[in-house]
């Protein structure tokens, strides 16, 4: 009764002034006034972000209907993930190499080909190599996200730009969760259930087509004169930690390992506890992205009001409650409900999470530091989600939620050590 009261008054006092037109208003402002290869950055990472829904909604379904297993399944969505492990390594490399401009074309080639080759071609030897390929890939697009929007904000802007990146990718997400999950429907009417989810797989990945354009656009000379300050020793990763990455990178390690046992298996786990359509699936994922996308207009408001730590750790403990709902499914409504709440909350702290990251290095290794933080991150989530397939089919498809629970809670301790008693991060605005 005393922390219902006490957020109470927190949000009223600190959140009245609070509208959703200057809330919009903010949201198309910092688009607006950021800088022309922020612009077309972010229009990559809403082409990014569609495929992505695609991938979350209907591969592990198209793998469940052509008669793969849990364990199957975990493998092959694992193989994915530890290649986003893998390329987050190398990234570094292949930007030495051919420079940002030519590694992001080379990056978003390689996920078409790739994407194309294991939802086409059956044969799971295929499938496992091009899944790690389009893992190596997509990592060089994303280790170089929280960089390149760092290197045009300041200490003012720079949550907006997050913010403003993480609320597009949720726009695409949950435009593509509805999209997706309807279309497979449609699809199978003609020929099958089959025919319907690989139909709408390919259907997603001729937008990173449209992403190569984009890509076209931006200039990064200046930035391959940075990079190029970082070599890629073994030996430049271990310098750049220090204390307080060391701890955060362990943070990010509970937190990739307890995604990684949940969230590919998201749909299945829809699909397979509530015995419904893939149309539903999609509505309730859509339904779930949606909140994401209000909650990321939210972040620069609420995390100027409450400080970025406080927010980071508010919305991420008050996610566990209905990620432990999600457990115990009550039908159709109930799910979409704590499906809501748990992916509004707790993706909320990611944009917020990354740009603090940053401070934690100089400007000159923050690729470097991006690098390890995503190696980190896929590793476990490679991890985990190998494990979720095994603990699904061996003890329950309840059991991952739990571990994750746990797994979610010591994160918190970790990102108040790191972050919690440097007044940067605390101050509000």
């Given at each position: 009764m005393y922390m219902k009261c006490m957020l109470a008054h927190t949000f009223d006092?600190?959140?009245?002034?609070?509208?959703?037109?200057?809330?919009?208003?903010?949201?198309?402002?910092?688009?607006r006034n950021a800088n022309k290869n922020v612009q077309w950055f972010m229009s990559c990472i809403f082409m990014n972000g569609l495929i992505m829904s695609a991938l979350s909604v209907m591969l592990g379904i198209y793998y469940k209907n052509i008669g793969f297993s849990e364990v199957i399944i975990g493998n092959l969505l694992s193989v994915r993930t530890l290649g986003n492990s893998i390329g987050a390594f190398f990234a570094?490399?292949?930007?030495?190499?051919?420079?940002?401009?030519?590694?992001?074309?080379?990056?978003?080639?390689?996920?078409?080909?790739?994407?194309?080759c294991f939802v086409n071609i059956t044969y799971l030897p295929i499938m496992q190599a091009t899944s790690f390929l389009f893992g190596v890939a997509q990592a060089v697009f994303v280790v170089m996200?929280?960089?390149?929007?760092?290197?045009?904000?300041?200490?003012?802007?720079?949550?907006?730009?997050?913010?403003?990146?993480?609320?597009?990718?949720?726009?695409?997400?949950?435009?593509?969760?509805?999209?997706?999950g309807k279309l497979s429907d449609v699809f199978a009417s003609f020929s099958g259930i089959v025919f319907g989810s690989r139909s709408v797989l390919n259907l997603g990945f001729c937008f990173l087509i449209l992403a190569l354009f984009s890509l076209s656009k931006i200039k990064f000379e200046s930035e391959v004169k940075d990079e190029k300050s970082s070599s890629n020793k073994i030996k430049d990763y271990l310098k750049v930690l220090n204390h307080d990455s060391v701890l955060y990178m362990v943070k990010t390690a509970f937190i990739g390992l307890g995604a990684g046992l949940i969230v590919p298996f998201f749909s299945v786990y829809i699909k397979h506890s509530l015995n419904?359509?893939?149309?539903?699936?999609?509505?309730?994922?859509?339904?779930?992205?949606?909140?994401?996308?209000?909650?990321?207009?939210?972040?620069?408001?609420?995390?100027?009001?409450?400080?970025?730590?406080?927010?980071?750790?508010?919305?991420?403990?008050?996610?566990?409650?209905?990620?432990?709902?999600?457990?115990?499914?009550?039908?159709?409504?109930?799910?979409?409900?704590?499906?809501?709440?748990?992916n509004t909350l707790m993706n909320m702290a990611n944009p917020v999470l990354?740009?603090?990251?940053?401070?934690?290095?100089?400007?000159?290794?923050?690729?470097?530091?991006?690098?390890?933080?995503?190696?980190?991150?896929?590793?476990?989530?490679?991890?985990?989600?190998?494990?979720?397939?095994?603990?699904?089919?061996?003890?329950s498809y309840n059991m991952p939620y739990y571990i994750t629970v746990v797994l979610y809670l010591m994160s918190a301790i970790l990102i108040y050590f790191v972050f919690g008693k440097n007044e940067k991060f605390n101050k509000l605005r």
């Open positions: 006092n600190k959140f009245k002034e609070m509208n959703f037109v200057g809330i919009f208003k903010e949201f198309f402002g910092i688009i570094i490399m292949l930007v030495q190499t051919f420079g940002n401009k030519k590694s992001l074309l080379i990056s978003f080639s390689t996920m078409i080909i790739s994407g194309l996200q929280a960089p390149f929007y760092k290197k045009y904000s300041d200490d003012e802007t720079v949550v907006g730009i997050f913010s403003a990146s993480f609320v597009l990718n949720n726009i695409a997400m949950f435009t593509g969760s509805f999209l997706f419904v359509s893939d149309s539903v699936v999609g509505s309730i994922m859509a339904f779930a992205q949606f909140g994401t996308v209000i909650g990321g207009l939210l972040i620069p408001i609420l995390s100027r009001k409450l400080g970025r730590v406080k927010f980071v750790l508010i919305c991420q403990l008050m996610s566990i409650p209905f990620l432990i709902s999600i457990s115990f499914p009550q039908g159709a409504f109930v799910m979409a409900v704590s499906f809501f709440f748990r990354s740009s603090m990251a940053m401070d934690l290095v100089e400007e000159k290794d923050r690729t470097l530091m991006s690098s390890i933080f995503s190696l980190t991150d896929n590793l476990f989530r490679a991890l985990g989600t190998q494990a979720g397939g095994i603990i699904m089919m061996a003890i």
